[in-house]
Structures are given as structure tokens and as C-alpha cells.
């Protein structure tokens, strides 16, 4: 076991260079994207370091891990998310006081970009005129209003549930949405309230109102940047250049900038570029929305080897590993009866664990994000059909052959090796395949977690609801599949023993 996880990690370090380079991390919603591509840029300006953006990396939390481990070195974040969930709650405001107490964690925050983008709840005008309802207090009178909320809202510590007790909302708990489509979703009658960010360039789109916050419950929302306190030192030109940033957008700014990428098809780096070369950002009614391509353009776009090569590492490298495991662990369950429950039973559970799940589980184990955490993860979920499949095909074998094996007084291991293995081949053979094809489609959540793969497209689409970006991650994702199967439908039949394989009917 050991060494199949230490050839695990072997693999995935051999993949990552080991030059100086700045690690720019993001969120999983667009002003996220956008705000890590112009980090990125900025610091690459600099020509101090190489400079490395890893976008969508999830949550809150998955971030912040990934920024005290030292996985990242810095992302743009907003000063009450500091407050109330990251640190809790603490009794501190002002980027002095937040200094203090992160001192603790090597972690800083400053150069404020400008803007304050605050949590908000907001409904569809004409409901909103319809029901009286101008204000958040409003709602404790109205408990038929259906709530759709993101689900990181829903769990922070100043979202849902501190919500509902500040204004005493009379409403059950509410459906969970990602976030890029609950516009959508309140566009279609389905939820009357969501949860938005005041910089969302789809309130206007969508003729939402705003709710007035007339308790204040939502804190000062100032976009910063939160990064490793040793940054500054280890590399000051590049810290330079992150400085100009300060005061650089505001409010309105930061709208068009998300505007541009949601309404009027620019990618995320098209955008901040467009941004940093101080081009027209603010984006007009009356301004014509760009054509977004074709969709072969953005199905074969320029990241499309990188992200293949990395679906496709993911796939084999886990794949490997499970199968120079899962074989022996098969075995096991066949030649040791007492061993039997217990291998198949843990292999089994592995499996009813949801694969998000898994992966944020594993994060603060290995206390990194990216390819390791993943790597194992699909090595998990890979074991099972390639255990299963080589213990039926060993206990299948007809009690004839084992007779005639030992009557020929061979020993185990070469009846084994000679004449069980081989005999089992198909179906250990078919094990691996179900285990690859599975693992193919699995990989793509590994982009929530920084492992890139098609899985970021997918990220990009759902953060952004472009169902042609979700197709441009699924397609390939899919076709891959189909490859692999038919890879191994090859396989198959060179690796089967000549008097296993079908008999060729000729007429």
C-alpha cells in the first residue's frame, strides 16, 4: 500500500517544474476568474517570476486551504469573508486588525482593488411589486416566498443561517443552487428569492431588485488581496507590480468587467487583458455583444492539449496504481477466506462516499490541493471493479481445472500464476476497463480541487450557465471515454490467452 502511494505521489511531483513560480488561485463564480486572471497578468508583467493561475478551485474553505499550505500564494478575496468565515467571527475589522490576528498563520492582506461586493438577497421586480416587499424584513411576513440559495451561502457563518435568525425568516430550509444558475432559475419561477453578489452584472439583465439590508447584517464586502505574508520579500518586483492594483477598479468597473465576461462572451483572460491594456471596459446597452465562436473554435481552443494531457494523467496514473493493488487485493479475497469480507466490504464503502466529498476530505489530509489529492481519490474509487472482477473470475473457474492442477501436483504459486490468473484474465481484463471508463468521467470533478482536466471548462460553464462551455469540457471528457473503452477492447484481446478467445465463426 505504501508504495503504490508513494509512486502516486512520485508521478504527480514529476509533472509540476521546479523553478520559482507565483501560484494565483481563484473561487468558482466569475468575478473570481476574472479577478485571477488580472492578478496573474500583473504579476507576470513584472518578469520576476513564472506565474501559474489555477482557477475554480472551489469554496471558500478549499481556497483558503490551499493558500495556508502553501499550494497557492495568493487570491483575490473580500474582507468580510475574512471576518465572518474564515476567521469565525473574530471581533477584528480594518486590514490592521485583520494583519494581527492572521500574523499567527503567515498569512496578510492588502492592496484594496476598490470595490465593495456584498452579499445581497434580490427577487424579480414585478414579484417584488407585486408582494410589497422592498426590504429583507419584509420577508418574515411572507413565508410562501420560496428561498434559492448557493449552497456555500447556505453553510457559511455569514450567510443563511445567520440570516434567518437576524431577521427571524419564517422560511424552511432552502434549495440549493449553484450560484451561475440561480438567475435562471428565479428568471423561470422556480425560487423567488436568491442570493447575489452586489457586483453581478445579471441584476440588470434580469430586472431583479435589490433588497434593502435595513438591519446591516451583511458586513463591508472590500475586494483585497490575501496572500502569503512571505510574498512581499521572496518576491518584491512582482509585489510591486500587484500594488499598482490598488484603488484600480471600482464598483461600476468591476459590473462591466463581469458583464463582458457573462453577457458578452470574452474569456476570463480576454477580459483582463482588455482591462490591464487599458482598453474600453464598460460595457452599454447599446454596445453589441461579441460573437463567442464557433463551437470546434472553443471546443479545440489553445488550452485544449493542456487540459487533455491532464485528464489523461489523472486517468492512467490512478488507473496504474489501483490495478497493481486491486489484483493481489482480489486474490487475497480468493485464496483467504477470512480476508474476504473485510477486502471486499472496504473497497465497496470507498464507493458510496460522494466524490466531491472525498476530494475536500483528502485536501487537509495531505494538506494540498490539486493533482495528489485527486490522484488518490480516483485511485480509490478505481479498486472495487478491478477487486470484484478479479475474485469472480478466480472463484468461477470450473472445480474440474483446480482438480487437474493439483492432481499434476504443482504448486500454488505456479497454479496460480500458470492457470488461474489466465483463466480469470477476461474478467480481470473487464475490471480494469469499467475502472478507467468510470475513472474518465470522475476525473472532471477533479478540477474543483485544482487538478485541471476538462473539468475546468465544465467549472467555467456553470459558473458562467454558457451551456457551450459546459459541452467543450463533456464532449472530449465523453470521447475520451470511448477511447479508453476501445483502447482496452485491444488490449483485450492481445493480452487473452489464444485459448480463451472467441472462435472466429467462417462460412
Keep these: 500500500m505504501r508504495t503504490v502511494f508513494a509512486t502516486l505521489l512520485a508521478l504527480a511531483c514529476c509533472t509540476h517544474a521546479a523553478a520559482e513560480t507565483l501560484v494565483?488561485?481563484?473561487?468558482?463564480?466569475?468575478?473570481?476568474?476574472?479577478?485571477?486572471?488580472?492578478?496573474?497578468?500583473?504579476?507576470g508583467r513584472a518578469g520576476e517570476a513564472q506565474v501559474e493561475h489555477r482557477p475554480g478551485l472551489g469554496n471558500t474553505g478549499i481556497v483558503y486551504q490551499a493558500l495556508r499550505s502553501g499550494e497557492i500564494d495568493l487570491y483575490a478575496e473580500y474582507t468580510g469573508t475574512i471576518e465572518r468565515e474564515i476567521l469565525k467571527g473574530s471581533q477584528v475589522s480594518g486590514l490592521e486588525g485583520l494583519n494581527r490576528v492572521l500574523a499567527s498563520q503567515k498569512l496578510a492582506v492588502g492592496v484594496p482593488l476598490g470595490f465593495n461586493n456584498t452579499y445581497a438577497l434580490a427577487m424579480r421586480e414585478a414579484s417584488a411589486q407585486t408582494m410589497g416587499v422592498r426590504a429583507i424584513s419584509d420577508l418574515a411576513r411572507k413565508?410562501?416566498?420560496?428561498?434559492?440559495?448557493?449552497?456555500?451561502?447556505?453553510?457559511?457563518?455569514?450567510?443563511?443561517?445567520?440570516?434567518?435568525?437576524?431577521?427571524?425568516?419564517?422560511?424552511?430550509?432552502?434549495?440549493?443552487?449553484?450560484?451561475?444558475?440561480?438567475?435562471?432559475?428565479?428568471?423561470?419561477?422556480?425560487?423567488?428569492v436568491i442570493d447575489a453578489y452586489s457586483t453581478d452584472a445579471k441584476i440588470g439583465r434580469f430586472r431583479l431588485r435589490v433588497l434593502d439590508d435595513d438591519l446591516h447584517y451583511f458586513p463591508v464586502y472590500d475586494a483585497v488581496?490575501?496572500?502569503?505574508?512571505?510574498?512581499?520579500q521572496r518576491l518584491p518586483r512582482t509585489w510591486a507590480a500587484l500594488q499598482t492594483l490598488q484603488g484600480s477598479i471600482n464598483a461600476s468597473r468591476m459590473i462591466a468587467l463581469n458583464a463582458q465576461a457573462e453577457l458578452d462572451g470574452l474569456s476570463f483572460a480576454e477580459v483582463a487583458q482588455e482591462f490591464l491594456d487599458g482598453r474600453e471596459a464598460e460595457a452599454s446597452s447599446d454596445k453589441p455583444a461579441l460573437a463567442k465562436g464557433s463551437f470546434l473554435q472553443r471546443l479545440f481552443a489553445p488550452d485544449f492539449a493542456r487540459l487533455a494531457w491532464e485528464h489523461l494523467l489523472l486517468v492512467l496514473v490512478s488507473l496504474a496504481g489501483a490495478t497493481a493493488l486491486g489484483i493481489p487485493l482480489g486474490v487475497l479475497a480468493y485464496r483467504v477466506p477470512r480476508a474476504r469480507q473485510w477486502v471486499l466490504s472496504g473497497t465497496g464503502i470507498v464507493q458510496t462516499i460522494p466524490s466531491l466529498a472525498l476530494f475536500a476530505f483528502l485536501i487537509p489530509l495531505f494538506g494540498m490541493i490539486g493533482t495528489v489529492p485527486a490522484l488518490v481519490a480516483l485511485f480509490l474509487y478505481a479498486l472495487l471493479p478491478i477487486v470484484r472482477n478479479t475474485y469472480s473470475g478466480l472463484a468461477d473457474i470450473a472445480p474440474g481445472l483446480r482438480e487437474s492442477a493439483l492432481a499434476l501436483g504443482v504448486s500454488p504459486?505456479?497454479?496460480?500464476?500458470?492457470?488461474?490468473?489466465?483463466?480469470?484474465?477476461?474478467?480481470?481484463?473487464?475490471?480494469?476497463?469499467?475502472?478507467?471508463?468510470?475513472?474518465?468521467?470522475?476525473?472532471?470533478?477533479?478540477?474543483?480541487?485544482?487538478?485541471?482536466?476538462?473539468?475546468?471548462?465544465?467549472?467555467?460553464?456553470?459558473?458562467?450557465n454558457d451551456n457551450a462551455a459546459l459541452l467543450a469540457g463533456a464532449v472530449p471528457a465523453a470521447a475520451l471515454a470511448l477511447l479508453v473503452h476501445g483502447g482496452f477492447e485491444l488490449l483485450d484481446r492481445w493480452l487473452m490467452p489464444a485459448g480463451l478467445r472467441e472462435p472466429v465463426l467462417k462460412g
Excluded: C, M
Excluded at 468558482?28 to 504579476?43: M, N, P, V
Excluded at 443561517?161 to 444558475?181: E, I, N, T, V
Design 225 to 232: 488581496l490575501f496572500y502569503r505574508a512571505d510574498l512581499p
Design 413 to 464: 504459486s505456479f497454479r496460480l500464476l500458470k492457470i488461474e490468473l489466465p483463466l480469470a484474465s477476461r474478467s480481470i481484463i473487464a475490471g480494469v476497463k469499467t475502472s478507467a471508463v468510470i475513472n474518465v468521467g470522475t476525473a472532471t470533478i477533479a478540477a474543483f480541487i485544482g487538478a485541471g482536466g476538462f473539468g475546468e471548462r465544465i467549472a467555467q460553464g456553470l459558473a458562467l
Design 24 to 43: 494565483v488561485g481563484s473561487k468558482r463564480f466569475t468575478e473570481s476568474y476574472i479577478l485571477g486572471e488580472i492578478i496573474a497578468l500583473t504579476a
Design 143 to 192: 413565508p410562501e416566498v420560496v428561498f434559492g440559495l448557493s449552497q456555500e451561502f447556505i453553510g457559511r457563518n455569514d450567510g443563511w443561517p445567520g440570516l434567518k435568525k437576524a431577521y427571524k425568516l419564517p422560511q424552511p430550509s432552502p434549495r440549493g443552487l449553484d450560484h451561475g444558475l440561480a438567475y435562471e432559475a428565479i428568471t423561470a419561477g422556480q425560487v423567488d
